[in-house]
């Protein structure tokens, strides 16, 4: 789509891990996926997309199909950033990138793939600071993936997210699959 130069047009979407085909339902299958996920964001072309459980190849994929003009930031959630990612991609036309960081959602945020507050699998969130070309502000972009099993992961997660906005002192985007209702305790946090 078009959209007037000061607009800020951003886009979430939990792609969903590629799994092997006989596991999966037709539905949930990347080869049925994929197609869709192309002719949404040809479409539709954010400035900014926070994406959850993308695996490398599907992080590629979603790179050729933004194309040139977008670039990404984030690595896996995992030991040695392997694995799943909720990276964050932007219009390099629009936005410059001023920084980024990522962060483990544990006691030990430094240490990638550590596991804390009550979650099985490693979480952790993605910000990256911009400048908007048109307008000059600078705001930070936080995409995450809150557990699904852990209501005390996803409260603690949402307090280090808000934290971390607080010590950025910009407006704030927070994307992400959060795993919790719009009245939950962690949505109540951010």
């Not at 400035?47 to 992080?59: F, S």
């Amino acid at each position: 789509g078009e959209y007037p130069p000061a607009t800020l047009h951003v886009m979430t979407w939990n792609i969903r891990r590629l799994i092997p085909g006989q596991l999966t339902r037709r539905a949930d299958r990347w080869t049925t996926r994929a197609p869709l996920i192309r002719e949404a964001l040809s479409e539709l072309r954010p400035t900014i997309l926070g994406v959850q459980e993308a695996l490398p190849e599907q992080t590629a994929f979603l790179q050729q199909v933004l194309g040139p003009s977008h670039r990404f930031v984030g690595r896996g959630r995992g030991r040695h950033h392997a694995g799943e990612a909720t990276p964050i991609f932007y219009d390099t036309t629009q936005l410059e990138l001023l920084g980024w960081e990522q962060q483990a959602l544990s006691d030990t945020p430094e240490i990638p793939g550590s596991v804390s507050w009550g979650n099985i699998f490693p979480r952790a969130f993605v910000a990256a600071t911009f400048r908007h070309r048109a307008t000059g502000n600078r705001f930070v972009v936080i995409n995450t993936h809150l557990d699904p099993l852990s209501r005390r992961s996803r409260l603690r997660s949402a307090r280090a997210i808000r934290d971390h906005i607080r010590s950025t002192q910009l407006p704030a985007v927070v994307t992400g699959d959060f795993n919790a209702g719009v009245s939950s305790a962690p949505l109540r946090e951010l």
